[in-house]
């Protein structure tokens, strides 16, 4: 199974609500990818998660909060979110690349983001 | 940090021809370099990937190319289809690393 899946594919907000976005992958890799990107625009890098511990945030602003409860599941909690923040928040996955060829990014379809 | 140029940023070709994106890179500790696929509303989908201890790689109709020397990778695409058009990134890593650095794209459009 080479599949990430990503919930829900579509998501309204308003800019006082509180949502999750929900990521799983059961191909047994042990990195976890958030991304974010505009129409038109590449992937942008938001967090990484290796072993189930954050080791990269892009300076992301704090009303985006990841969370990595198991090797299998990923998630972004969204609160106090802005217009601006409308775009497709793509998770990713891969093997911790400690050997060649096997850290190959898989990316998931994609969660739909309005925020109004 | 490492940054990625790529271009064309829109390219057309008639089906059947060649086309060729290339793509520069600034980090010389860079030495993984994948190229994406994204096709309208779907997701980033690996179509060739290439190490540096590699020159060039090929699959069917697609080959990347490296010159390492000049930080610069190429993407091939022979006897183009319909299916073909779709926006292309190219990207960077340093190995082991975990953080691709992405180029800004290229629109490919495949006239029939």
């Known amino acids: 199974d080479t599949e990430v899946t990503q919930t829900p594919k579509h998501l309204v907000m308003g800019m006082t609500n509180k949502k999750s976005l929900k990521c799983e992958q059961h191909m047994g890799h042990r990195a976890m990818y958030w991304y974010k990107q505009k129409a038109k625009k590449p992937p942008e890098l938001m967090f990484v998660?290796?072993?189930?511990?954050?080791?990269i945030n892009e300076s992301v602003p704090s009303r985006f909060s990841p969370e990595c409860p198991n090797s299998s599941l990923l998630n972004l909690h969204l609160h106090a979110l802005q217009p601006e923040d409308s775009a497709l928040y793509l998770c990713?996955?891969?093997?911790?690349?400690?050997?060649?060829?096997?850290?190959?990014?898989?990316f998931g379809p994609g969660t739909r983001l309005t925020v109004l | 940090g490492e940054n990625v140029e790529q271009h064309p940023s829109t390219l057309s070709v008639q089906e059947g021809d060649s086309a060729v994106i290339k793509c520069t890179y600034s980090?010389?500790?860079?030495?993984?370099f994948p190229w994406y696929k994204q096709e309208l509303g779907k997701r980033p989908q690996l179509i060739i990937d290439i190490r540096s201890n590699v020159g060039e790689k090929k699959d069917q109709r697609i080959a990347v190319t490296l010159n390492k020397t000049a930080k610069h990778f190429s993407l091939h695409i022979t006897e183009t289809q319909p299916e073909d058009s779709a926006v292309y990134f190219c990207a960077a890593r340093r190995e082991y690393g975990n953080k691709l650095v992405f180029g800004a794209g290229t629109i490919l459009r495949v006239k029939s």
């Open positions: 980090d010389s500790a860079s030495n993984y």
């Open positions: 990713a996955s891969s093997q911790v690349g400690r050997r060649v060829g096997t850290d190959t990014q898989y």
């Open positions: 998660y290796s072993y189930e511990k954050l080791s």
